[in-house]
């Protein structure tokens, strides 16, 4: 009989305990990444979708044909009180940082390098504002410098960024133009442009064929449509779903900003669904901006339908959201007020839907208050990237939320600044619990409504509840003076408009 040294014998059982550990099922593996998808389309309203966000049923949700984000819905959460900012850039340049408009100072949209899109005013001037929008490059005249932005820090853990679509987060000629400079990996479709020359493909998405089009405007990355009877909405949903493809292919983890144009002007139908909307007595102006929505909402299906195909749907978060509400010249959100670049909720109230497989409910609604700059600190967080989120200065995660935690969002402050001479007044918003008030910079008028009882904001309340109106007036100030917000400058004093607490002290 052959002795075996102990050492030996002792050596072997360990090896044979761990191969059984191996091929066993209860190992424990590092959970892979979830894929984000951020559905996120330009200039569309609360309620420009056939999912109700109000408590009942609009006429606007039985007009529009949305059945994908009806299924999104269904399979996710809704929130009923998300907000963005009143105009695309400030948002866009928000939620690739996680801080506010009044804080990075673009507060406006961008386009032409150093020049303001404000016009003159006979009272007021505005500020010496960041007009060029976002930059990754420090010392670019009237920039915000952030380095850290929200597609970076994904593609330097182990992400694949994708950008296809609007871009809209700098001037022509500056770093911030071009996404690729923001940490995306891939840019299809996206620049300095906020709206495209076209969304017809025969006209190679550029408005050079009306004569008086803006080359300016004349999309990256496309050129393999032009001249196809192709709608611009259907070609950005082509890439992606091919970003996507290659993506599953190489097994990364990916994050898809897929930023629909639609439905910013110019209003150019989409055939594939116009003429159903003409046959139900619309207009030609509201049966063009309902086909548009519809065809967002296919690309929505068709993503989604995608990632079902490829198998890993169950591991894609997908979100949807809007920049901010609808322009002046398509139908109001009602029971809202006012539209896009207005301080009224019409203006900065949008849909958001969230899909996160194995977290959220399906069909669960919450009424607790998002806005732009928390989806930064949420997609860092979802990514389980924890440690990253602290680098947002003012946005909030809403993960507990998704995980059906207890809200303690009930007190929080939003804040709203706009104080650029742009189709709007200029104004500050401050929301807290149910009581939002809004100060003009041309007049320091106060508004003061309770939207809990008024969503409609009819009932102005300023003179009838003084204190109340005080209160959010100092609040209000507070955050402007934290943030450092510009104020604009009385043309006939040159002085700055003054805080709202020191014009409410005189009354």
């Given at each position: 009989?052959?002795?075996?040294?102990?050492?030996?014998?002792?050596?072997?059982?360990?090896?044979?305990?761990?191969?059984?550990?191996?091929?066993?099922?209860?190992?424990?593996?590092?959970?892979?990444?979830?894929?984000?998808?951020?559905?996120?389309?330009?200039?569309?309203?609360?309620?420009?979708?056939?999912?109700?966000?109000?408590?009942?049923?609009?006429?606007?949700?039985?007009?529009?044909?949305?059945?994908?984000?009806?299924?999104?819905?269904?399979?996710?959460?809704?929130?009923?009180?998300?907000?963005?900012?009143?105009?695309?850039?400030?948002?866009?340049?928000?939620?690739?940082t996680g801080v506010n408009a009044a804080r990075h100072k673009v507060t406006n949209w961008t386009l032409i390098k150093d020049?303001?899109?404000?016009?003159?005013?006979?009272?007021?001037?505005?500020?010496?504002?960041?007009?060029?929008?976002?930059?990754?490059?420090?010392?670019?005249?009237?920039?915000?410098?952030?380095?850290?932005?929200?597609?970076?820090?994904?593609?330097?853990?182990?992400?694949?960024?994708?950008?296809?679509?609007?871009?809209?987060?700098?001037?022509?000629?500056?770093?911030?133009?071009?996404?690729?400079?923001?940490?995306?990996?891939?840019?299809?479709?996206?620049?300095?442009?906020?709206?495209?020359?076209?969304?017809?493909?025969?006209?190679?998405?550029?408005?050079?064929?009306?004569?008086?089009?803006?080359?300016?405007?004349?999309?990256?990355?496309?050129?393999?449509?032009?001249?196809?009877?192709?709608?611009?909405?259907?070609?950005?949903?082509?890439?992606?779903?091919?970003?996507?493809?290659?993506?599953?292919?190489?097994?990364?983890?990916?994050?898809?900003?897929?930023?629909?144009?639609?439905?910013?002007?110019?209003?150019?139908?989409?055939?594939?669904?116009?003429?159903?909307?003409?046959?139900?007595?619309?207009?030609?102006?509201?049966?063009?901006?309902?086909?548009?929505?519809?065809?967002?909402?296919?690309?929505?299906?068709?993503?989604?339908?995608?990632?079902?195909?490829?198998?890993?749907?169950?591991?894609?978060?997908?979100?949807?959201?809007?920049?901010?509400?609808?322009?002046?010249?398509?139908?109001?959100?009602?029971?809202?007020?006012?539209?896009?670049?207005?301080?009224?909720?019409?203006?900065?109230?949008?849909?958001?839907?969230?899909?996160?497989?194995?977290?959220?409910?399906?069909?669960?609604?919450?009424?607790?208050?998002?806005?732009?700059?928390?989806?930064?600190?949420?997609?860092?967080?979802?990514?389980?990237?924890?440690?990253?989120?602290?680098?947002?200065?003012?946005?909030?995660?809403?993960?507990?939320?998704?995980?059906?935690?207890?809200?303690?969002?009930?007190?929080?402050?939003?804040?709203?600044?706009?104080?650029?001479?742009?189709?709007?007044?200029?104004?500050?918003?401050?929301?807290?619990?149910?009581?939002?008030?809004?100060?003009?910079?041309?007049?320091?008028?106060?508004?003061?409504?309770?939207?809990?009882?008024?969503?409609?904001?009819?009932?102005?309340?300023?003179?009838?509840?003084?204190?109340?109106?005080?209160?959010?007036?100092?609040?209000?100030?507070?955050?402007?003076?934290?943030?450092?917000?510009?104020?604009?400058?009385?043309?006939?004093?040159?002085?700055?408009?003054?805080?709202?607490?020191?014009?409410?002290?005189?009354?």
């Amino acid at each position: 009989m052959i002795k075996l040294p102990v050492k030996k014998i002792l050596l072997g059982l360990l090896l044979v305990m761990s191969f059984s550990v191996l091929e066993g099922s209860d190992i424990p593996t590092k959970k892979k990444q979830p894929n984000i998808v951020f559905f996120f389309v330009g200039d569309m309203g609360w309620q420009d979708t056939s999912v109700p966000f109000y408590k009942e049923v609009t006429a606007l949700n039985q007009r529009y044909q949305t059945p994908n984000m009806e299924r999104l819905a269904r399979e996710g959460m809704k929130f009923t009180q998300a907000y963005a900012s009143a105009v695309c850039t400030p948002s866009r340049v928000s939620l690739m940082t996680g801080v506010n408009a009044a804080r990075h100072k673009v507060t406006n949209w961008t386009l032409i390098k150093d020049e303001s899109p404000d016009s003159d005013h006979k009272v007021i001037k505005s500020p010496d504002w960041n007009l060029n929008g976002l930059s990754p490059v420090p010392n670019i005249p009237h920039t915000f410098f952030h380095s850290e932005n929200l597609p970076l820090l994904l593609s330097q853990n182990d992400y694949r960024t994708i950008h296809v679509g609007k871009a809209h987060f700098g001037a022509l000629g500056t770093p911030g133009e071009d996404p690729l400079n923001l940490g995306f990996n891939l840019n299809i479709g996206g620049n300095a442009a906020g709206g495209p020359g076209s969304y017809l493909g025969i006209h190679n998405f550029s408005g050079a064929w009306k004569g008086s089009g803006n080359p300016l405007l004349d999309l990256p990355g496309l050129e393999a449509y032009h001249g196809e009877a192709i709608y611009l909405t259907e070609a950005l949903t082509r890439e992606g779903l091919k970003a996507i493809s290659k993506a599953v292919e190489d097994d990364k983890p990916f994050y898809l900003y897929l930023s629909h144009y639609a439905n910013h002007p110019p209003r150019e139908k989409d055939e594939r669904f116009y003429q159903n909307y003409i046959n139900q007595g619309l207009n030609e102006l509201d049966a063009t901006y309902a086909s548009m929505i519809e065809g967002m909402d296919k690309s929505l299906g068709d993503i989604m339908n995608h990632l079902d195909k490829l198998g890993v749907d169950d591991n894609t978060i997908v979100v949807f959201m809007s920049d901010n509400g609808p322009h002046p010249q398509v139908p109001q959100n009602l029971p809202l007020r006012g539209h896009k670049l207005g301080p009224y909720e019409g203006g900065i109230r949008v849909p958001l839907l969230v899909k996160w497989p194995g977290v959220t409910l399906p069909g669960k609604v919450s009424e607790d208050c998002i806005i732009i700059e928390d989806i930064f600190p949420t997609f860092l967080e979802m990514a389980g990237l924890n440690s990253l989120i602290n680098k947002s200065i003012d946005g909030q995660s809403f993960v507990p939320l998704l995980k059906g935690e207890p809200s303690k969002s009930a007190d929080r402050t939003l804040l709203w600044h706009f104080p650029n001479t742009y189709f709007s007044p200029p104004y500050s918003v401050v929301r807290k619990g149910d009581w939002k008030l809004i100060y003009y910079h041309v007049d320091q008028k106060f508004e003061l409504f309770n939207l809990e009882d008024d969503i409609s904001e009819s009932t102005e309340l300023s003179s009838s509840n003084r204190d109340k109106t005080k209160e959010m007036a100092v609040l209000m100030t507070e955050l402007l003076k934290e943030t450092k917000a510009q104020m604009p400058t009385l043309i006939a004093t040159g002085q700055l408009v003054p805080y709202p607490d020191q014009v409410y002290s005189l009354r």
